[in-house]
């Protein structure tokens, strides 16, 4: 059986280790004969990382809600314009000069449009899950560990999809399986993908 490495792979479980760290340090700096100022000096770089990786993530999750408010906004301005333009550009001479002049695109059918499973990539304590945005919103992603229960993994508006979960046994690796449906001006819609899986080592 392989030994388990103390430091937490992925950064949701170290960051939670790495506030473990500093509330045992102040707990038990003695014990080890570190004086305070010793000890102050080991939690400063501790609290360092920490407040990094918080920084960060505040930075992503900032980042992930104004690109979802871009695109809500992008889909309701698409139906706004096209109407407008399909009643102005009767107007003869004028299509050209507000490049009006093509042919609207065929909305897609539901009935034959699923999204693509594509390739994955698997690096430590992540699975990457390449897929095609087309003319969508984006994707829903469903998750299971059997391919038949499935859970909501989340939307998803750039490919790759990240799976960020722990393995549920430590140090054992777990087949996960994917399945996608596209949003289309932020409903569901159209058919599932395929399923996807891979092995997810850690």
Do not use: C
């Amino acid at each position: 059986m392989a030994k388990k490495d103390y430091y937490p792979e992925g950064t949701p479980a170290l960051l939670q280790w790495l506030q473990l760290q500093v509330q045992q340090w102040n707990l038990h700096y003695a014990d080890f004969g570190f004086t305070m100022e010793q000890m102050k000096l080991i939690v400063d770089r501790i609290q360092a990382l920490i407040n990094k990786i918080q920084a960060v993530a505040k930075l992503q999750a900032d980042a992930a809600e104004a690109v979802r408010s871009r695109d809500e906004l992008a889909a309701s301005f698409e139906t706004w314009y096209r109407a407008e333009i399909q009643r102005d550009r009767r107007v003869e001479n004028l299509p050209a000069a507000f490049k009006w002049d093509g042919t609207a695109q065929a909305p897609p059918n539901p009935d034959t449009t699923q999204p693509t499973v594509g390739s994955f990539h698997a690096a430590p304590g992540q699975i990457d899950l390449d897929w095609a945005r087309g003319p969508f919103d984006g994707v829903d992603v469903d998750l299971s560990y059997d391919g038949q229960a499935w859970a909501p993994g989340g939307f998803d508006n750039r490919s790759p999809y990240e799976d960020r979960r722990p393995l549920r046994t430590p140090g054992t690796p777990e087949t996960r399986y994917y399945r996608l449906r596209f949003r289309y001006k932020g409903e569901p819609f159209g058919q599932y993908s395929a399923v996807g899986q891979v092995v997810a080592a850690g």
